[in-house]
């Protein structure tokens, strides 16, 4: 993944699925892979998300320089509410 942009989103948007479904294998596996591509490709410490009515904002530390980058609700979510939508598509097999 090249761009640093590209993977706060796709590691975030992921992370609101596993946090909305803790049962679900694949998306806690998924955040997973996508957090460790922060951590050892792009060097991030410290990712913490805060959520306002509008935006996710998510700050961390690059190279121990505190940063944020933000990301509209509505874009982030997409996902989950895509699996919420239509659920019997996105089913959770045992282990």
Do not use: C, G
């Not at 190279?63 to 933000?70: D, F, G, L, M, V």
Request: glycine share 0%.
């Amino acid at each position: 993944m090249k761009s640093l942009q590209d993977a706060l989103y796709n590691w975030l948007t992921i992370q609101v699925v596993a946090d909305a479904r803790p049962e679900d294998r694949a998306a806690q596996e998924t955040a997973s892979f996508f957090r460790d591509i922060l951590k050892n490709d792009f060097h991030l410490t410290n990712v913490e998300v805060k959520k306002d009515e509008t935006m996710y904002i998510v700050h961390y530390e690059d190279e121990q320089q505190a940063k944020t980058a933000r990301f509209p609700v509505e874009l982030i979510e997409v996902m989950l509410e895509q699996i919420n939508r239509d659920p019997e598509k996105y089913i959770n097999y045992p282990t």
